[in-house]
């Protein structure tokens, strides 16, 4: 059967959601548009009668237990469950991957609700990684407070923008009010072969579970926002697995962002950028007076 035959009415006919995401990431392999330049997953959602929204996170739901699985030498009977159960049972797994273990290889199929009980004790019990969370990280002006405090620091800054100890570093200082294009946390400008560059940094801020739209807004607003800088880095709690991120910046090229995770007591992990902006706009900033004075930079 072809995918368009699997994906067709897939929903009255209760076609089962590995057969949906296998036949859509078929479909996706030859590229994410149809030949009339119509997105696959949007094809499929009126193909299967199920939103774009369900299949997005079926595709992503469905590829994280199946790594699960096999990573872990699991029984892969789970794949079989309905995709609502899978989701929750993603979230146990990045909060409890015991927990998550025990429920992947048990024969008895838990209800939705008794998996949302599940993770919703996860959530309470000292160990979780959420409850890491929620003990130092969860309030936005938290993270952003130990952010501006574990990066300020001139060796740690220099390490991070790939500097010589010789190079001309100013200090790391708080973003002063909206720009109409960009509006990081904080930014630090420094001196390569007499060029004044500035470097931006943005915290990201996640709340309870760990969640791919997180990732996507930032990545777009990177896309965006980071071609005003020479280096523009996203900066995630310890916690937060940052690959999701490094996939978007390598899909969307964003080759002058870097990706910085954030411990309680200081940098754990950099991914530095890759080389510019392919959109350079450091000049559209640098050349306004106005923003200019408000960063204390020098004409």
């Not at 938290?142 to 501006?148: A, D, E, K, Q, Y």
Request: net charge neutral.
């Amino acid at each position: 059967m072809s995918p368009i035959e699997v994906l067709t009415e897939a929903r009255s006919r209760e076609v089962p959601w590995p057969l949906i995401v296998e036949a859509l990431r078929e479909l996706m392999s030859a590229g994410s548009v149809d030949d009339q330049g119509r997105p696959w997953v949007e094809v499929a959602a009126h193909l299967t009668g199920y939103t774009t929204s369900q299949l997005w996170i079926s595709i992503r739901t469905y590829a994280f237990i199946k790594k699960f699985i096999n990573l872990n030498n699991l029984p892969s009977h789970a794949l079989e469950w309905p995709m609502s159960n899978l989701e929750v049972i993603t979230r146990i797994a990045k909060a409890n991957e015991f927990e998550a273990k025990n429920i992947v290889c048990g024969t008895d199929r838990l209800t939705l609700r008794q998996l949302r009980n599940v993770y919703d004790q996860i959530k309470k019990e000292p160990g979780s990684k959420i409850s890491a969370m929620s003990a130092g990280l969860q309030s936005s002006r938290s993270f952003t407070g130990r952010l501006f405090k574990n990066i300020s620091e001139r060796d740690t800054l220099k390490k991070i923008l790939g500097l010589e100890q010789s190079s001309p570093l100013g200090p790391l200082k708080i973003w002063p009010g909206r720009y109409p294009y960009c509006h990081p946390n904080f930014y630090v400008d420094f001196v390569i072969g007499d060029k004044l560059q500035i470097a931006a940094f943005e915290g990201l801020r996640f709340y309870g579970d760990v969640n791919s739209h997180v990732a996507t807004k930032a990545a777009l607003k990177a896309a965006v926002e980071g071609t005003f800088f020479a280096q523009y880095y996203l900066c995630a709690p310890n916690w937060v697995s940052i690959d999701e991120l490094v996939a978007l910046r390598e899909k969307l090229e964003l080759f002058n962002v870097g990706i910085i995770r954030v411990g309680e007591e200081g940098v754990d992990t950099i991914t530095h950028p890759l080389g510019p902006s392919l959109h350079d706009r450091q000049a559209i900033l640098l050349e306004d007076s106005a923003i200019r004075a408000r960063l204390g930079i020098n004409p």
